[in-house]
């Protein structure tokens, strides 16, 4: 069984629904929830159920994130996870993290990469006139939001969608997308999912 470590740092309802997957048979379980804020949300729901939580605040470091990774890998050193899953973790880590945990770390984004990387996706789908948008799975690599692509999800843009209507509908498809690439992903298949589409 692989070892789960989600990292998270707001709400985290795609931790919920990672951690909801891996149950039964799966090839897969969660030994840590970990965030940069000791205060979001997802903390509590994680602890609510039964995994273990982390909070390793980032401010403390201010601009040395080694030095914030540094202290993120001497957490994660004792879970001993196979797999680390961002889902809605919103520092940026760099090659000093990722090295360490290249090949095995998974992240998901709100847009149909390589379209909006970084923030905003959804006002920037609107803005371009987007008619289809949606959510994307990849492995994290050293540039921000690329990496291979593991699983997408389609969401229809509708004529009076707003940031926030169009956010809620993709965030639906993340819960279902996520889960099932992460299973495919610890079995060791890294075809693309197509969700939708
Ligand atoms: C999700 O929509 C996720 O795709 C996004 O943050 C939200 C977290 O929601 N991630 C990013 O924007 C990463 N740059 P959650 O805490 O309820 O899972």
Redesign the pocket.
């Known amino acids: 069984t692989k070892r789960v470590a989600i990292f ?1 740092s ?6 919920v629904a990672l951690a909801q997957s891996m149950q039964g048979d799966h090839p897969a379980k969660p030994v840590l929830a970990l965030s940069n804020d000791a205060q979001a949300g ?1 903390l509590q729901k994680a602890a609510a159920m039964g995994i273990a939580t982390a909070a390793v605040d980032h401010r403390p470091f201010g601009d040395n994130r080694e030095a914030f990774e540094a202290e993120l890998c001497k957490v994660l050193d004792s879970y001993r996870p196979d797999i680390v899953c961002l ?2 973790f ?1 520092r940026v880590l760099t090659p000093y993290f990722i090295d360490v945990y290249a090949g095995r770390m998974l992240n ?3 847009s149909l990469l390589p379209k909006y990387k970084g923030l905003h996706t959804h006002q920037r789908a609107l803005d371009a006139g987007d008619v289809v948008h949606g ?1 994307t799975v990849h492995e994290v690599t050293a540039a921000l939001d690329d990496g291979p692509i593991l699983g997408q999800a389609k969401v229809d843009v509708a004529a009076n969608d707003t940031a926030q209507t169009l956010a809620a509908k ?2 639906v498809q ?1 819960h279902a997308l996520y889960p099932q690439v992460l299973r495919r992903f610890a079995q060791g298949d890294k075809t693309p999912l197509r969700l939708g589409f």
Do not use: K, Q, R
Request: aromatic content about 0%; charged content about 5%; proline content about 6%.
């Open positions: 998270l707001g709400g985290g309802s795609n931790m997802g889902a809605g919103m998901i984004h709100p959510c993709v965030l993340e």
